[in-house]
T-cell receptor, first 108, second 114 residues
Framework: KQEVTQIPAALSVPEGENLVLNCSFT??????LQWFRQDPGKGLTSLLL?????REQTSGRLNASLDKSSGRSTLYIAASQPGDSATYLC???????FGKGTHLIIQP | DVKVTQSSRYLVKRTGEKVFLECVQD?????MFWYRQDPGLGLRLIYFSYDVKMKEKGDIPEGYSVSREKKERFSLILESASTNQTSMYLCASSLDRGSGNTIYFGEGSWLTVV
């Protein structure tokens, strides 16, 4: 059974820093991986979808990479802003397994 | 834009009541999912469906059932609500079982069982 782990569970950094969130999965046959953002009390919002044939995807200040051989994905956030404060989750795009998320706080 | 709508945002129900949580998507998606989310436990899959009248058990189906009579609607049913079912429930949908499909989530339903 696929297991997805996210490290760290929580992260607090000053505004303006670049940061990396990590996601690891046990089954390298994962087809596609998706990163989500969740604000308190709300549903998940899709940020980036990386298909198995791709190595990375970019959207604005966000860049997500996928390394199937090592079972890892990273979400890079450039020039962080207080509005980036949220919980970030990764999971297979099949909808079956998700990590528990990284709770990110950007200090003004 | 895809919209996944959960009809009830906040519900308070009594132990033993039958509870219906409704979810509707407007983009003709084949796949629909129900999860619950609890602090420290993350997002856990209850049931999912790849087509009308189809359902598959997720990781924690006990105490729940689902109904999908129409493609756009996926209902989660708590036959006899218990206090340990107090949680946030999230519905999601995606296009089909092919690769590369974004998952879209609803806003969530907060259920309190007293």
């Amino acid at each position: 059974k696929q297991e997805v782990t996210q490290i760290p569970a929580a992260l607090s950094v000053p505004e303006g820093e670049n940061l990396v969130l990590n996601c690891s999965f046990t089954d390298s046959a994962i087809y596609n991986l998706q990163w989500f953002r969740q604000d308190p009390g709300k549903g998940l919002t899709s940020l980036l979808l990386i298909q198995s044939s791709q190595r990375e995807q970019t959207s604005g200040r966000l860049n997500a990479s996928l390394d199937k051989s090592s079972g890892r994905s990273t979400l890079y956030i450039a020039a962080s802003q207080p509005g980036d404060s949220a919980t970030y989750l990764c999971g297979g795009a099949d909808g079956l397994t998700f990590g528990k998320g990284t709770h990110l706080i950007i200090q003004p | 834009d895809v919209k996944v709508t959960q009809s009830s945002r906040y519900l308070v129900k009594r132990t033993g009541e039958k509870v219906f949580l409704e979810c509707v998507q407007d983009m003709d998606h084949e796949n629909m999912f129900w999860y619950r989310q609890d602090p420290g436990l993350g997002l856990r899959l209850i049931y999912f469906s790849y087509d009308v009248k189809m359902k598959e058990k997720g990781d924690i189906p006990e105490g729940y059932s689902v109904s999908r009579e129409k493609k756009e609607r996926f209902s989660l049913i708590l036959e006899s609500a218990s206090t340990n079912q107090t949680s946030m429930y999230l519905c999601a949908s995606s296009l089909d079982r092919g690769s590369g499909n974004t998952i879209y989530f609803g806003e969530g339903s907060w259920l309190t069982v007293v």
